[in-house]
């Protein structure tokens, strides 16, 4: 089949490039000319693990192209994917102008196609609000008198985990109200379903549009309930470890989103949980449950400032009370395996201790780059996560990359001032730190402090 996929973002790139690998056509397109010029090199603009591989192979069989005009494609294709933007509004929500910019333009390349040609599929895979469907088919309609049809169909893919995600789906869900959309579409899936397994499902548009918001504001949910249950474990002298092994254990609940961390961030929960609240407030509906997910939230990710207040008695009223301290921030990125630092909580930890006169040495495995676009010299940077810690009066992990757990401790010991470490991810046991001498606060266990 032939496809469009417009937006070259983490959505557009992963789904053009995992198009082109179950054997489409694929055109990538993006407005930014530098993204696309880039991508035409065969590098990546993201880090993703695994997305350098497939853009390669495809770009070098000729399965997948990219180019800034959107009307390069359009005549032939079979579906055209929105995957732009929808970042949130100031009265949060989600900002739409992005995605009926492409629809508008769309409209008005469909005069390239011929009056008899099948129905384009025009695919709304950006996370959008309830009636985007309708509201997306109104604006191409208002440029053309050509068949086409707009489906919902929703990503569920992780960044870090994009590709697998994308070609072993768990489901597809698809808001489509013909048998021609349902088919160009399952034609696209199928080779994925076929490898996962996962499961197929028809709805009206409506209802996918409402499915992706659902799930992530459940998963969000269980993020904030477990946090809560974390530091209420702290608070009574329990363990969270313990806790969550054994109610992940009730196949009623599951295990998955049940581990305590420093608040979600990244660039869906945050916001899509601010578009379904105002989509509640719209439709008269409120969303209690959402509200106090978003509250929590903002509490959670205030949790390793709090405890380093506590460390090293910071009293409110006395000004940069952490003067002459320096800390070592390991991970930037809001979650492991990726560069994106969207809503990252350590960017608020940054703030934090800076505004409490602390100087910071920040490492991550890919944000870098990101970090020092955002925030220049507010930080210092270390290009390993042992130089991070030379001469710090504490290390403070954030993000849960694999090579901080696997860390030679001793070694860091050495480069630190004190054995002070506050773990924002569980990383290690307390026991376990007891025993190598160190000071060690985590989320839902005890506090170890060296003798
Ligand atoms: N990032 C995720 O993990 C994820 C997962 C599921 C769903 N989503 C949703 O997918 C959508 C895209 O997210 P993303 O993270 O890929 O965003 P992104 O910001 O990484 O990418 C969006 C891309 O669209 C391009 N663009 C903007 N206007 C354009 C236009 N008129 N024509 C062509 N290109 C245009 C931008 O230049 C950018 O490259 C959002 O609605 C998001 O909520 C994201």
């Given at each position: 089949?032939q496809v469009l996929v417009i937006g070259s973002g983490y959505v557009g790139l992963v789904a053009a490039t995992c198009f082109a690998e179950a054997g489409h056509q694929v055109l990538g397109i993006d407005v930014d000319a530098a993204k696309v010029a880039t991508l035409a090199k065969g590098e990546s603009p993201i880090f993703e693990p695994g997305l350098d591989d497939l853009l390669t192979k495809h770009l070098t069989s000729g399965a997948l192209r990219f180019t800034t005009d959107l009307q390069a494609g359009i005549?032939?294709a079979?579906a055209a994917f929105i995957c732009v933007g929808?970042?949130?509004?100031?009265?949060?929500?989600?900002?739409?102008?992005y995605?009926?910019?492409v629809?508008?333009q769309?409209?008005?390349?469909?005069?390239?196609?011929?009056?008899?040609?099948?129905?384009?599929?025009?695919v709304?895979k950006s996370?959008?609000?309830?009636?985007?469907?309708?509201?997306?088919?109104?604006?191409?309609?208002?440029?053309?008198?050509?068949?086409?049809?707009?489906?919902?169909?929703?990503e569920?893919l992780?960044e870090g985990?994009a590709i697998?995600?994308f070609l072993?789906?768990?489901?597809?869900?698809?808001?489509?109200?013909?048998?021609?959309?349902?088919?160009?579409?399952?034609?696209?899936?199928?080779?994925?379903?076929?490898?996962?397994?996962?499961?197929?499902?028809?709805?009206?548009?409506?209802?996918?549009?409402?499915?992706?918001?659902?799930?992530?504001?459940?998963?969000?949910?269980?993020?904030?309930?477990?946090?809560?249950?974390?530091?209420?474990?702290?608070?009574?002298?329990?363990?969270?470890?313990?806790?969550?092994?054994?109610?992940?254990?009730?196949?009623?609940?599951?295990?998955?989103?049940?581990?305590?961390?420093?608040?979600?961030?990244?660039s869906?929960?945050?916001?899509?949980?601010?578009?379904?609240?105002?989509?509640?407030?719209?439709?008269?509906?409120?969303?209690?449950?959402?509200?106090?997910?978003?509250?929590?939230?903002?509490?959670?990710?205030?949790?390793?400032?709090?405890?380093?207040?506590?460390?090293?008695?910071?009293?409110?009223?006395?000004?940069?009370?952490?003067?002459?301290?320096?800390?070592?921030?390991?991970?930037?990125?809001?979650?492991?395996?990726t560069d994106d630092?969207?809503?990252?909580?350590?960017?608020?930890?940054?703030?934090?201790?800076?505004?409490?006169?602390?100087?910071?040495?920040?490492?991550?495995?890919a944000a870098?780059d990101a970090?020092?676009a955002?925030?220049?010299?507010?930080?210092?940077?270390?290009?390993?996560?042992?130089?991070?810690?030379?001469?710090?009066?504490?290390?403070?992990?954030?993000?849960?990359?694999?090579?901080?757990?696997?860390?030679?401790?001793?070694?860091?010991?050495?480069?630190?001032?004190?054995?002070?470490?506050?773990?924002?991810?569980?990383?290690?046991?307390?026991?376990?730190?007891?025993?190598?001498?160190?000071?060690?606060?985590?989320?839902?266990?005890?506090?170890?402090?060296?003798?």
């Open positions: 089949m005549a032939e079979d929808t970042p949130q509004s100031e009265d949060g929500s989600a900002d739409m102008k995605v009926l910019a629809a508008s769309i409209g008005q390349a469909m005069a390239l196609r011929g009056k008899d040609a099948k129905p384009l599929i025009v709304d996370t959008v609000p309830v009636g985007t469907a309708a509201r997306v088919h109104a604006e191409i309609a208002a440029h053309t008198d050509r068949a086409f049809e707009v489906v919902s169909n929703p569920f992780r985990s697998s995600d072993e789906p768990d489901r597809v869900v698809v808001g489509c109200r013909t048998d021609h959309a349902e088919a160009v579409m399952k034609g696209l899936y199928q080779p994925f379903l076929d490898r996962s397994g996962g499961k197929w499902f028809r709805m009206d548009p409506p209802s996918a549009e409402l499915t992706k918001y659902a799930a992530n504001a459940m998963l969000a949910l269980r993020i904030s309930f477990i946090n809560e249950i974390a530091n209420l474990a702290e608070a009574v002298g329990a363990d969270v470890d313990h806790v969550k092994t054994a109610i992940g254990a009730d196949h009623r609940i599951g295990p998955a989103f049940l581990n305590p961390g420093p608040g979600f961030g990244g869906c929960f945050p916001k899509d949980l601010q578009a379904l609240l105002k989509v509640g407030r719209e439709y008269g509906q409120p969303m209690m449950t959402l509200a106090t997910t978003v509250e929590a939230n903002r509490h959670q990710k205030q949790v390793l400032l709090r405890k380093v207040k506590a460390h090293f008695h910071v009293k409110a009223g006395v000004p940069a009370p952490l003067k002459g301290r320096r800390f070592a921030l390991w991970g930037l990125a809001f979650k492991a395996n630092i969207r809503e990252s909580m350590a960017l608020e930890l940054i703030d934090g201790l800076v505004n409490l006169g602390a100087e910071v040495v920040v490492h991550d495995f870098m970090v020092r955002k925030i220049g010299d507010k930080v210092r940077y270390a290009a390993t996560p042992l130089e991070a810690c030379e001469g710090a009066d504490a290390l403070l992990i954030a993000t849960e990359w694999p090579d901080y757990k696997a860390a030679d401790l001793e070694t860091i010991a050495k480069a630190l001032k004190a054995r002070c470490l506050f773990d924002g991810r569980n990383l290690f046991r307390p026991e376990a730190m007891e025993a190598k001498g160190w000071t060690y606060h985590s989320l839902g266990r005890r506090t170890v402090e060296a003798k």
